[in-house]
């Protein structure tokens, strides 16, 4: 997976977003605490544990007040589970607009190595393997190319969702 060395802002922790040039930036560097599904997160980051909403991808709901689980929502949740076991070191990337009206951090998160050094770009992997659709709310639009080709790939291959559920 390639790593997103185009942002220029990987995460500023009290602010609404992120600006060109921001040299005020965390590096991002969390400790995951919880998955609550497959397109959000717990994490662990400056002393404080933050709700993190992972950008640019949609998994089925399982945790959505009012509504059913949706098709293939609990295996796209112990999909992100499986990637982000509770302990796991991430580098969280933010976009343009830095929080959501649920006051959640918007963020394209990275697994590490040991040194520190981004792996698996989670949000991409969740799209390939089927288990996520793209979602594109823009300014936040820094992968959305990637993500549809990737929905596309993981659809043409029959995978995940795309096979099990109708629509």
């Known amino acids: 997976m390639r790593f997103a060395a ?11 977003g992120c600006a060109a040039g921001d040299t005020q930036a ?40 009012n509504a ?17 076991p509770i302990g796991t070191e991430v580098l969280i990337e933010r976009d343009i607009v830095g929080r959501d009206d649920y006051g959640r951090l918007l963020g394209y998160v990275h697994l590490v190595d040991a040194g520190g050094n981004p792996t698996t770009f989670v949000n991409m992997e969740v799209v390939e393997q089927g288990f996520a659709r793209p979602l594109t709310i823009e300014p936040n639009s820094t ?4 993500f549809a080709n990737a929905a596309r790939r993981a659809e043409r291959g029959d995978l995940g969702l795309w096979a099990a559920c109708s629509s």
Do not use: N
């Open 6 to 16: 185009t942002l220029t802002c990987v995460l500023a922790l009290g602010t609404a």
């Open 26 to 65: 965390a590096d991002g560097r969390a400790t995951v605490t919880h998955v609550v599904d497959g397109d959000t997160i717990d994490v662990e980051i400056g002393g404080r544990t933050e709700r993190v909403r992972l950008i640019g991808i949609d998994t089925p709901e399982t945790k959505k007040p």
């Open 68 to 84: 059913p689980i949706e098709c293939y929502g609990p295996e796209a949740s112990a999909f992100t589970a499986s990637l982000l």
């Open 143 to 146: 992968f959305a190319r990637e």
